[in-house]
């Protein structure tokens, strides 16, 4: 039996019957992945020993009759930002290349007390920095549903692992789009919680008023599963919201009978893609058909979402990337010659081209005489952005749009012009600077056959409301989780 195929949820009933054991799915799925990731290239390090042994521990507590619930005994990939004891976090970048963490992510903690297997830690743009994995300090992720295709990213090496059945489900994190934007590119379902749903304590920071961690996963209910693992409020990190985290199961089957599913005419501009917008206006027929009610909104601060967290992202990334010296931790050039010069030679060799631009973009940005110009304007800005969805909130419930402008683009397509590359978030940036949760999840597929998501946003805290909705459109589309051919 094709064991490495199925969702969470699957794996639970035969788990839950004995017809499957933890170390027979982990097997599977780390043979997998030694037969497709020399091409696909998801992971970054693979720890077939200790997940091994985690799966043995968990068919141990099977069979005495005991279980830590509904994670126990399932392989979850890690996008190699999470902080891992005693093994290699790289952060996808070269100056971080031996650095070996000595303590969890709270995210990693939780996941590992609740049975999780850990096969490995998955590709990434550098320091999260990126749309399509190529910044990776340790070369791109391929697509699995196409390998002369981007996966997407940031969190490229997550989205290509799930679709390629490399684990069952993965953690990964955005900051403008990069769990969506590669869910979307690779045909899974990507969820960015509310702002401070989920713990960062442990998790490598690029860009403080905009990460947040999330899961990329098979289907909407693994999706529900995963986020139910993760959220809650940890007293290590202050932002992480003080709320009891709901039952996202129980909102799965709620329906979306009388809700309002708002479509911003910004976000369906004259030059998109035809074949994303029919994917989108599919939805919408659907969601309608089950008993939503399309109304249309405005979000008029649109167009200057891309360029104000272009401000943002990098100011908070220059301050958050000046620990990578050379003398607290990772790569110390030998070149130095004292401390000055050791921090420019480990700062030149170890940080990629992109991880440079920022940091040049942030220092300037942030520096006096220019910080009333950018940064200042920028945060204004980033609120007007947050009025336009709270006003939009007041006459919808929810908020459907594409995901990406385009299915997956081709390798090299975009990487000598850094502003197309930026583009790819066009809708998935507002989200973050407003602190909302979005999901994408996968809608059809194009006539070349690369998977197209839509993408769907809640009021703060609206995580419920988002996967009732998720989770109807879903058993329409009938997506029956199309493999890639590989
Ligand atoms: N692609 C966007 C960027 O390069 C978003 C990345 C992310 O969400 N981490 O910044």
Redesign the pocket.
Known sequence: MELFRLTIHELNELYREKKASPVEVTRQVLSRVEKLDPEIHAYLTVTADSALKEARDAEERFSRGESRGLLDGIPVGLKDIFLTRGVKTTCGSRILENFVPPFDATVVEKLRSQGAVFPGKLNM?EF????SNENSGFGPTRNPWDRERVPG??SGGSAAAVAADECVAALG??????IR?PASLCGVVGVKPTYGRVSRYGVIA?ASSLDQVGPLAKDVEDAAIMLQAVAGHDPRDSTSIPQPVPDYRKSLRAGVKGIRVGLAREYFPPGLDLEVNGVVQDSVRLLEKLGARPVSISLPHTDYAVACYYII?PAEASSNLARYDGVKYGLRSSQGKGLIDTYFQTRTAGFGHEVKRRIMIGTYTLSSGYYDAYYRKAQAVRTLIRRDFENAFKECDLILTPTSPTPAFKLGEKTTDPLQM?L??IFTIPVNLAGLPGLSLPGGVSRTGLPIGVHLIGPPLGEEKIFSAAYALESEIKWERRIPEL
């Open positions: 743009d999260a920095m990126g749309s990213g940031s994190t955005d900051t403008g789009g990069s934007q690029f992202a930026y790819s978030d």
